[in-house]
C-alpha cells in the first residue's frame, strides 16, 4: 500500500503571503490552489508541496524540500540571477565551493533557504534503478 502512494513536501510558513511571493518571484512558481490554510504547487510528474500558516519556525538546519532539476548550473544560475542565496557548508560530511556540493561522481547539489526559513535543494534527478522484469 505505502510503496504505491505519491508524496508531498509539508513546509510551515509564518507568513503566508511573504513565502507565496517568495515561490512566485525566486522560483517562478503559481499556485495550483490556495485555500486559506495552506498553498499547494504542483510541480513534475506529479510531485508537489504546500506551505502552510504556522507558529513554529523552521530550523534550516536539515532539507525539507529536494527539487530535482535536469539542468543544475542553469537553475543554479537562474536563481542567483533572482537573488537567491546558496548555503556554504565546511563540515567533515559537506563542503561547498561557492555554494555548491559534489555529492559524487558527476553529482551536484546545493542549498538555499525560503523566506520562512525552509532548507531546500537543487539537484539533478535521484537515479533510480530500472524495475525488475522491465
Known amino acids: 500500500m505505502i510503496n504505491q502512494a505519491r508524496a508531498a513536501a509539508m513546509l510551515p510558513a509564518q507568513d503566508l503571503e511573504r513565502a507565496k511571493a517568495f515561490y512566485r518571484d525566486k522560483l517562478g512558481l503559481t499556485p495550483t490552489m490556495e485555500s486559506p490554510g495552506a498553498i499547494f504547487y504542483q510541480l513534475a510528474g506529479g510531485t508537489a508541496f504546500v506551505a502552510y500558516p504556522s507558529s513554529g519556525q523552521s530550523s534550516g538546519t536539515y532539507t525539507q524540500l529536494a527539487l530535482e532539476v535536469q539542468d543544475f548550473d542553469g537553475t543554479v544560475k537562474a536563481l542567483r540571477s533572482k ?14 565551493v561557492d555554494g555548491v556540493a559534489e555529492a ?11 523566506s520562512e526559513g525552509n ?11 530500472a524495475a525488475k522484469g522491465a
Open 119 to 129: 532548507l531546500i535543494a537543487v539537484a539533478p534527478p535521484v537515479p533510480v534503478p
Open 83 to 96: 537573488g537567491v542565496k546558496f548555503e556554504d557548508y565546511d563540515t567533515p560530511m559537506v563542503k561547498t
Open 104 to 114: 559524487g561522481p558527476g553529482m551536484k547539489i546545493a542549498w538555499f533557504k525560503d
